[in-house]
């Protein structure tokens, strides 16, 4: 059966592309070093259209209408300028209600678009740009360590990696927070009041990898303005010790922290990278792993979430479960010593 992988290395070599939503302007080169901030591709989008219905406005026939419009297509039309001038003594007129680019005009009607913003596309890791994807964006290769995480508020960046964790199960209080870390990418813990939160928007800190966080407060991580990326889940729940150790044991490094939401289509995740110095290019990490004895696992679901173990064999045929159910399962030896029977689907291999 094949397994779903979770990324946690110490020392690898990856290769990301990243894109814009839509076309746009590609600004690295190929070669090119790259920042995990440094913008590589930028697009401009509206935020929204406006449907101007000048036959209406006017009150005449849409062929009529189409014959008064003294714009086309493309055209970029300031607030107030004339759209549309009716016939007669005292001519009505209708004018754009703000800026925007007109991209349609037909049956009396003009549509623009408005509320035009600039989107900027970031590395998200540093290293070398190796393909450009015309108008969308790049491919970025690089060495070093790897963290991937199971959720995140949509924000990049990198700093200096400080660690305010005393083990996987620390809770990040208020009151670890000082001046201190100002510009730090804070490794935090668990994350259990909307006060830890605030605490690190106003130092500002340049990010948080926390283990997990309340549901209730996801809301309120969306709205911070550097990146968070959650280790192991939501709810209240300790750093897997891969994660905790790699990471801890890096303190005081540079990191890129990535906080890309999770897409199980794309196969994108949030990540924390590491650089790192090497004498020759590691391997690629296996997309793909078949459940077999010796692997190294994490598991997925209750009661041993998060906790990591090795496969000691895999149950041949379906095993009966003590919920009652049947399925493809395998013999666990946890970190803890403990040996248990896990299914195979409420796991995922750690490499």
Known sequence: MLAPVHH?????????????????????????????????AETRWAREHTLLDVARILGVSPAAADRLIKCKMDDQITAAAEVAVG???FPRSVRAPKDGRVVAVGGGQVL??????KMELRAGIPGTVVQIIPNRGVVIQTSGGLVQGVWGNGRIDAGLLVNLMEGPDTVLVPARVDVSLRGSIILGGMIRTVEALQALADLPARGLIASSIQPSLLSKAREMRFPILVTDGIGTLPMNSAAYKLLSTNAKREVALNAEAFDRYTGARPEVFIP??????????????????????KMRRPPAMGIIGSIVSIKPGLTTLPSGLRAQAAEVKLENNETVIVPLVNMEVVG
Do not use: C, D, Y
């Not at 623009?112 to 913003?117: D, F, M, T």
């Open 87 to 89: 016939r007669g003594l």
């Open 276 to 297: 790192l110095p090497i004498s020759s290019e590691p391997p690629m990490p296996n997309e793909v792993e078949v459940f077999a004895p010796g692997l190294q696992v």
């Open 8 to 40: 946690i290395i110490g020392l690898t070599t990856i290769v990301r592309e990243r894109l814009l939503p839509i076309s746009g302007n590609v600004l690295a080169r190929v070669q090119q070093k790259v920042t995990a901030g440094e913008v590589v």
């Open 112 to 117: 623009l678009e408005v509320g035009e913003a």
